[in-house]
């Protein structure tokens, strides 16, 4: 498939710094790729000892644990970091690493705009973890901040968070270009966009979305510290402004972020499963137009997460019916999966493992998203645990899963070592139960009626509840082990082939394990 | 066999195992799905979803089905050579078709039931509904009522001291009262944050926005109490403003407006009144416990800086007319709302009781403020 040329000779300037110097100054994309992996996943464990915090106070009914203030920081802290500390870093981290070696590039496009977009993340969330000290601490009106409960109503730590949410929108954008200018000029001779591999593809089309829908999120923050500090009534009713008006603009950055959060996902997927199916995937193309129709109606259905505002009729109608129009391409995309599996060979490695969790547990989120798109029955569910139940569903089980088994797919790859299969299947099994014993029970209590973000419940909601902190508490603690098999890889263990899977598809999988620091300086031949 | 037995019966994991049990078989399992709710729009609703949640099933047993089935029949040891097929168009054709054809019977019986809902013809009665941090307001256009309804649960339920009601966090001191088989139409609105107003029983959720009027109609079958709950986040006591409603026979619910309306006017007579300062702090006192004692707290040192204290401050203590302003007009860019909602005598005394508290008095020119007071500065805005 390709030949790899290595230029040994050059080692002397080519090979990393040593000590501190090698990450604060790297322009490497494998670097970066790793320093992005690692603050995700030290954000992954602060977000979810918040949410620890969370479900211990709903362990029972009753204010036991924590202050309904504090609650109210944490829940906002735990979303934040969650999707803009822990989801979306890591999918960057991924592409890093992957993108380049995929494509047959030497490195990224933009080296150093790539060291800087990484750097400046740890500031934006020590800014943002800092509001937990100030007076009147962290902001604690939902990650998604609804003015004017975020501005007229807000602590004095908001500014902080505004200035936080700008810099993580630079890093994002920055990223985003970078991907995109990659993908664009640097693939190998002979790599067609549709021969890339789904991951790029993936990446792609998030890239744009990102680029299209972080500086609506600057507006929006912009727009409330203008409300905030220089008198401006933008979402102040009293002063002729709409606070609706936040809503609509919040959601038109935030269902294109959900996507974000889950296209990256698709990638990873498709590559397992053909790879542990040892059979080609089915429908690649189908696969692309579905991701690309998945993003371009990500733009029009924004005003589903509103459907109790009052809007007119003929908008929630619109909105609805655009919303279950998304369920056609995302169909298309499991039973691709599906049917790649059927009259495969495939055998359960631990990625295996996650990509099949992935389909089935994505899909009931898709089951319940599709719920939630019926207006009239959206009355009863919006804003309640169902809501907390479906998202939870596509996000953890859906692109923490799919970041996991990337983890266990390519760490062979990166680190030269492969991973203890024992442990890695004692991690999957103790997340799958886990995820289901927390997130399962949420249907439940939504659909009996307990809203989302309530600190204390009526007596009626107690049981599953209590089921669902015993849930959380194992999938938290289960993630100390994920620490453990990682740490443990890089430090040794089975040494991995070049190949590393039977079934393995794609320029990774050419070059040596571990992969060298500079890879395909010299582009690789296609046939 | 007595060890054996033994080991069966008070092994650690079955005693878990009868835990995890017990709390599934005690669950209520009818609680676990959506309300049926007492109105045909909620039944509508109910219907919906039921009829989804059963097409989602038998999508799920089709796809999950053949997943499985692969994952057991086409594992590398029972089938070593695997297929090489990759595309069909004709297959990805009819698993694009079939599913739009499904949504579009999804579709059809939802935008009905939608319209339904949306068919906001003038209502019998009519009930506006504010959403305030943190308790609602009720005002019956018709009948020129109106009053507050706050959580009555008490705080030592909430902190585990005293054994929890049946009701926890589901009692209002004074219920919304309607009567059944009318057309009932809900004009919600909000006071400072968006709060969001919502019945499981009637199938009504709309958002309270400041400076919107969002409507909503209902009409009840069966006479019953109804429970529900704010659904939007609007700060600290988002979890502590229920909402219940109690559906009457029309007879009753006259003599219970005739009630109302008599006490409403007995209590702008007091207004009158001249009033002494023991009986303003008397009254005040419940007051600030029910509409201050949220953000400035019962001691009265606010929760600085969001909240101010009220101790000390020298608006309190020597600038009544201030206080009055401020209190009816709420501070501009700040979480101090108005409350000119409340009624002469029921501002005056809550100012008295601010003024005369916490040794405010004793600093201050411990002046009190009388009704007359504010109905004085009511009219000066004239």
Known sequence: ?527 | MTNIRNLIFSSKSYAILLTLFSVATSADWNALNMTQGVTEISKEVYELHMLIFWICVVIGLLVFGVLFYSMYAHTKKKNPIPATFHESTKIELVWTIIPFLILIAMAVPASKTLQNIYDVEAGDINIQVVGYQWHWQYRYLEDDISFFSYLMTDLDEIYNKVPKGENYLQEVDEMVLVPIGKKIRFLITANDVIHSWWIPAFAIKQDAIPGFINTAWTVIDEPGVYRGKCTELCGKNHAFMPIVVKAVEQEEYDLWVSEKRSAAIALAELTEEDWTKEELIERGEALYAKNCAACHQTNGQGLPPIFPSLVGSDIVLNNKDEQIKILMEGVQGSAMASFSYLSEVEMASVITYTRQSWGNAQKGDGEIVIPKDIVEYKQSKI
């Open chain 1, 1 to 527: 498939m390709s030949a790899v040329v290595e230029n040994h000779h050059d080692d002397h300037h080519h090979g990393p710094a040593k000590g501190l110097k090698r990450w604060l100054y790297t322009t490497n994309h494998k670097d970066i790729g790793t320093l992005y992996l690692w603050f995700s996943f030290a954000m992954f464990l602060i977000g979810g000892v918040m949410a620890l915090v969370i479900r211990a106070e709903l362990f029972q009914p009753g204010m036991q644990i924590v202050e309904p203030e504090f609650y109210n920081q944490m829940l906002t802290l735990h979303g934040l970091i969650m999707v803009f500390g822990a989801v979306m870093p890591a999918f960057v981290g991924l592409a890093n690493w992957l993108v380049p070696m995929m494509i047959g590039a030497p490195d990224m496009a933009l080296p150093r705009m790539n060291n800087l977009s990484f750097w400046i993340l740890p500031f934006a969330f020590f800014v943002l973890l800092s509001s937990l000290f100030m007076d009147g601490g962290a902001p604690n009106f939902g990650w998604t901040f609804y003015a004017p409960l975020s501005t007229t109503y807000a602590p004095p730590s908001t500014t902080f968070f505004i200035f936080s949410v700008h810099i993580m929108g630079a890093s994002s954008i920055m990223g985003s270009i970078n991907v995109i200018v990659t993908i664009m000029n640097m693939r190998a001779p002979g790599i067609t966009l549709m021969k890339m591999p789904l991951f790029v593809w993936a990446w792609l089309i998030t890239a744009y979305l990102l680029i299209a829908v972080m500086p609506v999120l600057a507006g929006a923050v912009t727009m409330m510290l203008m409300d905030i500090h220089f008198g401006t009534s933008f979402f102040n009713a009293a002063g002729g402004g709409d606070p609706v008006l936040f809503q609509h603009i919040f959601w038109f950055f935030g269902h294109p972020e959900v996507y974000i959060m889950i296209l990256p996902a698709f990638g990873i997927v498709s590559h397992i499963v053909e790879t542990f199916s040892r059979k080609q995937l089915f429908g690649y193309s189908s696969m692309v137009w579905a991701m690309l129709s998945i993003a371009i109606l990500s733009f029009v259905v924004w005003a589903h997460h509103m459907f109790t505002v009052g809007m007119p009729l003929a908008a929630e109608l619109f909105f609805m019916w655009a919303t279950m129009l998304i369920a056609v391409p995302t169909g298309v995309k499991v039973f691709n999966w599906v049917a790649t599996m059927f009259k495969g060979s495939i055998t359960f490695e631990v990625p295996m493992l996650f990509a099949c969790a992935f389909i089935v547990l994505f899909t009931l989120g898709g089951f319940s998203g599709l719920m939630v798109a019926i207006v009239p029955a959206d009355f009863q569910y919006h804003d309640t645990y169902f809501v907390v139940a479906h998202f939870h569903y596509v996000l953890v089980p859906g692109s923490v899963f799919s970041i996991m088994a990337a983890v266990y797919f390519w760490i062979p790859k990166w680190t030269g070592n492969m991973y203890d299969e024992r442990l890695g299947r004692l991690h999957f099994w103790l997340s799958f139960i886990g995820v289901n014993v927390t997130f399962f029970p949420q249907h439940f209590i939504g659909l009996a009626g307990m809203p989302r973000r309530y600190p204390d419940y009526a007596l009626q909601f107690a049981d599953w509840n209590m089921v669902s902190s015993v849930g959380a508490f194992l999938f938290g603690f289960s993630q100390i082990l994920f620490l453990f098999i990682v740490l443990k890889t890089v430090m040794g263990g089975k040494k991995a082939t070049s190949e590393v899977w039977e079934g393995a598809r794609g320029l990774e999988w050419t070059v040596e394990s571990p992969a060298p620091y500079h890879t395909f300086t010299v582009p690789p031949k296609i046939n």
